[in-house]
T-cell receptor
Framework: SQQGEEDPQALSIQEGENATMNCSYK?????LQWYRQNSGRGLVHLIL?????REKHSGRLRVTLDTSKKSSSLLITASRAADTASYFC?????????????FGKGTKLTVNP | DSGVTQTPKHLITATGQRVTLRCSPR?????VYWYQQSLDQGLQFLIQ???????AKGNILERFSAQQFPDLHSELNLSSLELGDSALYFC?????????????FGPGTRLTVL
């Protein structure tokens, strides 16, 4: 079953605009990670934010985490056509005595040149 | 290139058959994870091995099994295949066992069951 739910399911923007994707989850987490997947290819890790962190930056990426609302957002600034991909949030938590990473269904981002 | 390799890239087989998917983790990584990605179910965690031992289990069917060998490569065996098993199967690896580690994904094996 999915833990994280991304919103929106699909997003289409023009090059140079900012893209914001949201992720909501249900149970307590150790951390939350964002991954990117180009069509039909493997996932690439973008950024990890721990449960005691509120914001993290990496290049043009900014991730926020609000544990009280059980939500996170990924902002991509000054988007480029090469950012076209699906973006997944993944929640890391301890379930049944073992640590697991559970992925949402993703947001499909299209950046038009 | 993540450093994780998976073979084969594509596999087409018939219902009822058995297949083996192979994964070589990044050099030095001790954990291997298997995921199934389908359009309706999204990316589902199947199973994790750490240094040869099963570490965590997800939504893995009884018809599926996996193992990690002493050289740390892993194999996922899928038997009595059904049409619904058609999916992309990803292997990922990480240095250690916990969710704090970044997982590095392979390019995937696309399985088509006819």
């Amino acid at each position: 079953s999915q833990q994280g739910e991304e919103d929106p399911q699909a997003l289409s923007i023009q090059e140079g605009e900012n893209a914001t994707m949201n992720c909501s989850y249900k149970t307590s987490i150790n951390n939350l990670q964002w991954y990117r997947q180009n069509s039909g290819r493997g996932l690439v890790h973008l950024i990890l934010i721990r449960s005691n962190e509120r914001e993290k930056h990496s290049g043009r990426l900014r991730v926020t985490l609000d544990t009280s609302k059980k939500s996170s957002s990924l902002l991509i600034t000054a988007s480029r056509a090469a950012d076209t991909a699906s973006y997944f949030c993944a929640t890391g938590s301890t379930q049944g005595g073992s640590e697991k990473l559970v992925f949402g269904k993703g947001t499909k981002l299209t950046v038009n040149p | 290139d993540s450093g994780v390799t998976q073979t084969p890239k594509h596999l087409i087989t018939a219902t009822g058959q058995r297949v083996t998917l192979r994964c070589s983790p990044r050099s030095g990584d001790l954990s291997v994870y298997w995921y199934q990605q389908s359009l309706d179910q999204g990316l589902q965690f199947l199973i994790q091995y750490y240094n040869g031992e099963e570490r965590a289990k997800g939504n893995i069917l009884e018809r599926f099994s996996a193992q990690q060998f002493p050289d740390l490569h892993s194999e996922l065996n899928l038997s009595s295949l059904e049409l619904g098993d058609s999916a992309l199967y990803f292997c990922a690896s990480s240095l250690l066992a916990g969710v704090k580690d970044t997982q590095y994904f392979g390019p995937g094996t696309r399985l088509t069951v006819l």
